[in-house]
């Protein structure tokens, strides 16, 4: 019978945090790479997919419901949510430890490999289970907008995971220093958020995986607008090697958090005015 497989167990320790003062999204990602890697080898597929999984054309789709803060313990369960011809479907939940509530879920989508038989998705097949999280939007192109340069650095040794490629928590880690970049292009800086007690606060993250990347290449990052509401934005990341191949690509959507009150805030009317003009400029083009 098909059950959910705990993958992981931990906690968030201080230094993970950010401005915003909760676990940082990169080392989410840190943690669905474990989950992915130990539920594969738990139910005895560790070598078939070797420890390149994840790398490739694969897609993570995820969002939070609750903050996870300094000191929480959690843990994630695993599950396959769906196969087919080319690609393995896995489901993760992420769950606090202390309430035993889910607060974030994770929909992944993976390349099979190359050698994959029939009897491997069969084995995978009798896995799955009906997905009971929310519901996944389809992947849709980003749009022509590349956006302004908000990243500019090298992969280093300490970006590679497993497979000796560059990790999607490093990615991720990257996004975010971009989104500190944008943010501040539009009067979100460091000394508004301090002084004011606000904060950007992720909702969703839709991550794509292209082309690997390697220790000493160099990697741009791109961001756009993509969305303004009361108190919600979503934004879109690009990174690209130097040649123009695409690594990844992550949208980004959340809400200005009063960090009190650690509820949305409505979007002050100056900083407003200087995303609506970035959504103008980019309807032009």
């Keep these: 019978m098909a059950e959910w497989v705990e993958t992981y167990r931990g906690g968030v320790n201080a230094w993970e945090c950010d401005v915003v003062e909760h676990f940082t999204i ?22 078939t997919f070797g420890p390149a999984v994840g790398a490739g054309k694969s897609r993570l ?10 000191g929480a313990g959690f843990h994630m369960l695993s599950s396959v949510a769906a196969v087919d011809e080319t690609s393995l479907q896995l489901g993760h939940q992420v769950v606090d430890s202390a309430s035993a509530q889910t607060v974030s879920w994770v929909m992944e989508s993976l390349p099979l490999p190359a ?10 097949e009798v896995r799955a289970q009906a997905w ?10 980003h749009g022509p907008t590349q956006g302004a340069l908000t990243g500019r650095d090298r992969v280093k040794s300490r970006d590679l995971g497993e497979g000796g490629t560059m990790s999607p928590s490093a990615q991720v880690h990257r996004f975010s220093a971009a989104g ?21 606060s992720t909702m969703a993250l ?11 290449d160099r990697i741009d990052v791109h961001t756009s607008i993509a969305h303004l509401g009361n108190t919600s934005l979503s934004y879109v990341h690009r990174m690209h090697h130097a040649d123009g191949r695409e690594i990844a690509s992550l949208v980004q959507a959340g809400v200005h958090l009063d960090l009190d009150a650690r509820r949305p805030a ?3 009317p100056a900083i407003r005015e200087a995303i609506a003009g970035l959504l103008s400029k980019a309807q032009t083009h």
């Design 132 to 141: 009971p999280g929310p519901n996944v939007p389809p992947a849709v192109a």
């Design 266 to 268: 409505a979007i002050p």
């Design 26 to 47: 990169g080392y989410y990602f840190e943690r669905f790479a474990d989950a992915t890697r130990n539920f594969l080898e738990l139910v005895g597929e560790g070598e």
């Design 115 to 124: 050698a994959a038989t029939p009897q491997l998705r069969r084995r995978l």
């Design 180 to 200: 500190m970049q944008f943010l501040s292009s539009i009067g979100m800086t460091g000394e508004y958020m301090h002084r004011e007690r606000r904060g950007f």
């Design 61 to 70: 789709y995820t969002t939070f419901n609750r903050e996870l803060r300094a």
């Design 206 to 216: 839709d991550l794509r995986l292209g082309a690997d990347a390697k220790a000493g």
